[in-house]
């Protein structure tokens, strides 16, 4: 069973707090994992603001532990206070991710601008955001992003299209089940995407059959396929700090199982892209998540 941890630090807070927290149990733990990082501003209290309000704020507020999760500082950036900036506050702690053999690898440059108004910024938009955040990622580490990672599992055809020019070694933008090529207006990209597998602890947290964290880890277990790449993205503001006891029985518990944890990267490596199934990305809806997010769509060529 291969396991790749895909860690998404999407605030300020969770890259000063969290990642620190993850990257040290991740190595005393043995275990590999690849971060993707938000470049620019912290305006996700708009985001947690926006869910909220859509499905009931106080409501929504205690069920998931909202405030606990997030913090009050994360919940008000970029409303009633200002944002914050993320890779810029801290380039010593993803410097010292690198140094510790961590992979790292771009998340957006606003992750809200991107999650929010994707379709909404236009085709210059969408370069820019991708411009900024792989300035960023260059000027804090001194090279290039091998790898983009989108917010929210969000992208579009100028997003791809931009991406593709690129040349990286792969894209994780997806939910899916294995990598595969993506089918842009009939063209087939040339970089891999590697989707995520499995739901994030967010998407399952508060199901009423999942009561505790012995629940919501044995469904995890289930969901690992033992034969497969299982890519599951955690998060630094999740995993890291309020479920990081939870999410470290569940690596311990993969360990037992025999789990070999990877990074995309090596996973990346190893694919013989004219080989890989090319398929279109669609547009769905996952339970427990708000909005729509992409997806590995139906296989449209097998083999070039
Ligand atoms: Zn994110």
């Given amino acids: 069973m291969e396991v790749a941890l895909k860690i998404d630090v999407d605030t300020h807070q969770g890259l000063e707090l969290g990642v620190p927290r993850l990257a040290s149990m991740l190595e005393r733990e043995g275990v590999a994992a690849s971060f993707y990082i938000t470049m620019g501003p912290d305006n996700s209290g708009r985001a947690i603001l926006r869910v909220f309000r859509n499905r009931g704020f106080l409501s929504k507020m205690f069920r998931t532990k909202a405030v606990s999760m997030y913090g009050t500082r994360t919940i008000l950036s970029g409303t009633l206070l200002p944002s ?40 210059d938009g969408v370069r820019k955001e991708l411009g900024d955040a792989f300035e960023v990622y260059r000027a804090i580490l001194g090279e290039a992003s091998r790898s983009f990672a989108a ?33 842009v207006e009939g063209r087939v990209l040339a970089t891999p995407e590697i989707p995520t597998t499995l739901p994030t602890l ?66 990346a490596a190893r694919l013989n892209r004219a080989e890989l199934p090319v398929c279109e990305v669609v547009r769905t809806t996952l339970p427990g998540r708000a909005g729509w997010i992409s997806a590995q769509g139906p296989v449209r060529i097998a083999f070039e």
């Avoid at 992208?155 to 997806?174: E, G, H, I, K």
């Fill in 202 to 267: 967010d998407e399952v947290m508060g199901r009423p059959d999942l009561p505790d964290d012995g629940a919501v880890r044995q469904f995890y277990l289930g969901l690992c396929k033992p034969d497969a790449l299982n890519v599951h993205t955690i998060h630094a503001e999740t995993e890291g700090m309020g479920q990081l006891d939870s999410f470290t029985a569940l690596v311990r518990a993969l360990k037992e199982r025999g789990a070999k944890f990877v990074q995309l990267r090596e996973v």
């Fill in 84 to 123: 914050r900036p993320i890779a810029l506050a801290f380039p010593e702690i993803i410097r010292d991710l690198k140094q510790r053999g961590f992979e790292l690898g771009v998340h957006g440059y606003d992750h809200v601008r991107w999650q929010d108004h994707l379709d909404d910024i236009g085709d």
């Fill in 151 to 183: 917010p929210g599992w969000r992208t579009n055809n100028a997003a791809l299209v931009a991406l593709d020019a690129m040349a990286l070694d792969y894209r994780s933008d997806t939910r899916g089940v294995a990598p595969y090529r993506c089918v």
